[in-house]
């Protein structure tokens, strides 16, 4: 689509351009992006900020990961939008690195680029069965019922069946475990999708096994989030009694772990504790020590799921990295499901020019520069290049883990622009920054939106919200979501 407002006009509407700034641009506006931006503009008076995403809507994981009947996660998002207002500072929504722009272009355009764009992928199993239909991977099902633009049309089918399986023991299995448990009246004044609300106002799923490849005293989850999932009305809770034997190395373990010790004492207790009955009851059960190995396809659906066979493990320690693994014991056990919700981890997926640890599905850095070479002895970075937030660390970390992480960026930064490193001598040309980012974006008819057009989504999904007594009425489609970003 074409930008009508001529171009001149368009870079008056963003913020005043200072005389020979430090010109930075920060891909991804979730909360590594906001604080990379924040932290910059707070550091360097002179730095111009511009901040890409490719939706029209910031605050990544904010909005589209964030449980919906979190909304006190939520709040974070006045203080990344006051960052928008910082004269200095301008948001591009809809603008693709990768598609819209290359990573050698931005280069070019600013003295800084900041890559902060998440991870949008999901590990893999790697296991017979993995395509078969009813499979979706847990950020599948986050931004669906989050109304994420690329997953609104999932065809999602919670009627055929009335077990899940979900595999992996962290926060987000917790969260997508709640969000299929939970009595749906709990969710409809939140910010869910309405799609969401009404497949699960449908759905048949009353039992959801929570599959974990290593005992409870490894289990990835936060005591907050278990006790959360834990307290839902009615639920009857199965936790085998016999996966609680701790082993000395178990009990090592807990003694230097304060999060796991509060989360295996929470299992321990709910092992032990009064069963909820009733028909139609909904059901969790917590099943520990088995590794997925196939899953089943249904006799009378050809194509879809009708189990996982799990092979039983048992934790050993590994000798070179001195941590307790699953070792598989040759004896197998299935579990019939009609869905299977995999949450073992997102992925970060590599864009043209950026060197890549496929391995790790994260960018090769040191304190937040990108390594060009990690190989010789004397370790190369891409002169101007930096990461943030999961795309540097990997998937991991809470919203201010982010923060942390940062600040430890732009500390690189700081010191490298103090290093002289982006110092321009008379023989080189200064670049063009945000007046280069708008010409490109003009020559290839890219439409993007500033701040004021998420401003403008943000108001029409408060008003939707207030007519159906929601806290706000996601826009779940493309179209839709452009169309009243340009009104
Ligand atoms: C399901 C889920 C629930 C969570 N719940 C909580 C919680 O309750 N509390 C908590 O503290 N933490 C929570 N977290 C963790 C928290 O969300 C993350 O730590 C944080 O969002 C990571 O920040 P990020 O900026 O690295 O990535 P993201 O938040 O993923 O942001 C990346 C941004 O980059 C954009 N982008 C992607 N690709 C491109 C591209 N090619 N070009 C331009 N832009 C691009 C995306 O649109 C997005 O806006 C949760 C995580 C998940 C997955
Ligand atoms: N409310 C909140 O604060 C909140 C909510 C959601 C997410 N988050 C945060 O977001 C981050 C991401 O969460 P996450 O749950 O995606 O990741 P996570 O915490 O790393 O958990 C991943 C889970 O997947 C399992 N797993 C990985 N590979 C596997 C494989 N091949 N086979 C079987 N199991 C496998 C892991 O088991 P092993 O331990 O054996 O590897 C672990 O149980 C976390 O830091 C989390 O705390 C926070």
Redesign the pocket.
Known sequence: MAISIPLRRLSRSFSAIASNPLRVCV???????FYTAEKVLKKHERAEVDI????PT?????RS???PD?PE?KIVTNQFSRVVQNEHCSFFGN????SSISLSELRDIYDVVVL?????SDRVLGIPGEELKGIYS??EF?WWYNGHPDCSKLDLDLKSTDTAVVLGLG??AL?VARVLLRPTMELTSTDIASHAVAALEESCIRKVYLVGRRGPVQAACTAKELREVLGIQDLYVHIDEADLVKTPADEEELKNNRIHRRVYELLSRAASSGVASGSGRRELHFVFFRKPDRFLESEDQGGHVAGVRFEKTIVREELESGKQIAVGTGQFEDIECGLVLKSIG?KSIP?DGLPFDHQKGMVPNVGGRVLSDASGDEMQFEKGLYV????KRGPT??????LYCAEETVASITEDVEKGLFTRTPSSQQKPGREGLLQLLDSRDIRFFPFGAWEKIDQEETRRGLLKNKSREKLTEWLELLNIASA
Do not use: K, M, Q
Not at 95 to 98: D, I, K, P, Q
Not at 397 to 402: D, E, L, Q, V, Y
């Open positions: 891909v991804g506006s979730g909360p590594a992006g890409i995403d490719r939706l910031p605050f990544g994981l904010v990961g964030v449980a979190h996660t603008v693709s690195l990768g902060a764009y998440g991870a949008e847990a950020r986050v926060n987000v969260d997102y864009v943030c937030g999961w795309l970390g809470i919203i201010a883990t982010n």
